[in-house]
């Protein structure tokens, strides 16, 4: 509950935000925080944790429904995950700008790791489940789509410095190639 009400408030306030704001928030005392957190930077890892936990979206991308066709179900996967990551980035943005690394264990924990691995495979197997009613029209194994469709989403951002790609264009590319005109490729 009280990770739940500060991290609105992290994305909005940065690391700066009051453990008086996150009460307010919450409905609770400020003391009822520091019996559950031993300080702030506590309650921050904690948000980092929740954050980065990827449990809501997988079960959205279990809800897309199969029937509809592949363009519809990968837009939706495909928002759903611009959507998670979008509120990922602003949590540990806010918490980076105030001169902290994250959580304690820091990228190097082992559990972190592991947990970073066991999301990222599972976010694949939910994108080859979206994929497999099509199987038999596409062009490569649905493992291997899975990830160049997660690879597109990820980096939303060009690295030049560009404007973000909307998601209906990163799915049609995906789909149809970046090719126009066939004949005028050649």
Do not use: W
């Not at 307010?24 to 954050?51: H, N």
Request: glycine residues 10%; hydrophobic residues 50%.
């Amino acid at each position: 509950m009280i990770v739940a009400a500060a991290l609105p408030l992290l994305v909005e306030h940065g690391a700066a935000v009051s453990t008086l704001q996150i009460a307010k928030a919450a409905g609770i005392g400020e003391a009822t925080i520091f019996r559950a957190f031993a300080d702030k930077d506590e309650l921050l890892d904690a948000c980092v944790a929740a954050a980065l936990r990827n449990d809501h979206v997988l079960a959205e991308l279990d809800a897309v429904p199969l029937n509809q066709p592949l363009a519809a179900r990968l837009t939706e996967a495909a928002a759903t995950l611009h959507a998670y990551l979008t509120r990922m980035g602003a949590v540990i943005g806010a918490v980076q700008a105030a001169g902290r690394r994250g959580e304690r264990g820091g990228a190097g924990d082992r559990s972190a790791t592991g947990d970073r691995a066991n999301a990222t495979e599972r976010t694949q197997q939910a994108v080859i489940r979206l994929l497999e009613p099509d199987r038999a029209g596409l062009r490569l194994p649905t493992e291997e789509l899975a990830v160049i469709f997660l690879g597109m989403l990820f980096p939303r951002r060009g690295a030049l410095g560009g404007t973000e790609t909307p998601i209906e264009t990163l799915v049609d590319v995906f789909l149809h190639g970046v090719v126009g005109n066939p004949a005028s490729a050649s």
